[in-house]
């Protein structure tokens, strides 16, 4: 059974930066598309980004230029460096792999870390 398991997570003032981690317990070329998604209290799980197989990204546009997705295929490990945090930017950070058989797609989730943004 394939396991994501993401750390990084903690408490940082804003303006501050975190690097999130998400180790695959398979090679991540096997994944259509990978990325990270997060859910503060009371609200749905939303997207943050995305990364492709190709390396192609997308990002939510309350991330862009602050945070970066990017994966290594070496390591089997995801990423996402979130910069100028927010306390908007509070939540339950989740990894994601995706992929399909035929016409089905079907994900994969880590367990997720918590990202605190707090003077």
């Known amino acids: 059974q394939v396991q994501l398991v993401e750390s990084g997570g903690g408490l940082v003032q804003p303006g501050g930066s975190l690097r999130l981690s998400c180790a695959v317990s398979?090679?991540?070329?096997?994944?259509?598309?990978m990325g990270w998604y997060r859910q503060a209290p009371g609200k749905e799980r939303e997207l943050v980004a995305t990364i492709t197989r190709g390396s192609a990204t997308t990002y939510a546009d309350s991330v862009k230029g602050r945070f970066s997705i990017s994966r290594d295929n070496v390591k089997n490990t995801l990423y996402l460096q979130m910069n100028s945090l927010k306390a908007a930017d509070t939540a339950v950070y989740y990894c994601?792999?995706?992929?399909?058989?035929?016409?089905?797609?079907?994900?994969?989730w880590g367990q997720g870390t918590q990202v605190t943004v707090s003077s």
């Open positions: 994601n792999a995706r992929y399909r058989v035929l016409a089905s797609r079907y994900d994969i």
């Open positions: 398979r090679s991540i070329t096997a994944y259509e598309t």
